[in-house]
């Protein structure tokens, strides 16, 4: 199990970007899927990106080409670059980190991000 703290937030105006970052700890995080989600208001809660322990990504269509999910294993850190963002962007974005093979899970308590002029 391990303990997730996002941090990184903010009120940005559209082409804006922004960095999150997620600390993790507790046992061995090193080896687990890292994921970003977001959840707007009066919507369910989506996926935006994960990245595995050895490096490979996954994007949600919507943010591909503008958002970069990366981790410093050695840090227990996994981030979230967020570029040219846009008022569809505006979400509490929550930390995940999951198990392989158990498929335990972990959540952050989510940091808010506001794309607004």
């Known amino acids: 199990q391990v303990q997730l703290v996002e941090s990184g937030g903010g009120l940005v105006q559209p082409g804006g970007s922004l960095r999150l970052s997620c600390a993790a700890s507790?046992?061995?995080?090193?080896?687990?899927?890292m994921g970003w989600y977001r959840q707007a208001p009066g919507q369910q809660r989506d996926l935006v990106a994960t990245?595995?322990?050895?490096?490979?990504?996954n994007y949600a269509d919507n943010v591909k080409g503008r958002f970069t999910i990366s981790r410093e294993n050695a840090k227990n850190t996994v981030y979230l670059q967020m570029n040219n963002l846009k008022p569809e962007d505006t979400a509490v974005y929550y930390c995940?980190?999951?198990?392989?093979?158990?498929?335990?899970?972990?959540w952050g308590q989510g940091t808010q991000v506001t794309v607004s002029s």
């Open positions: 507790g046992s061995r995080p090193s080896i687990y899927v």
């Open positions: 995940n980190a999951r198990r392989p093979l158990t498929g335990s899970t972990s």
């Open positions: 990245i595995s322990s050895g490096g490979n990504t």
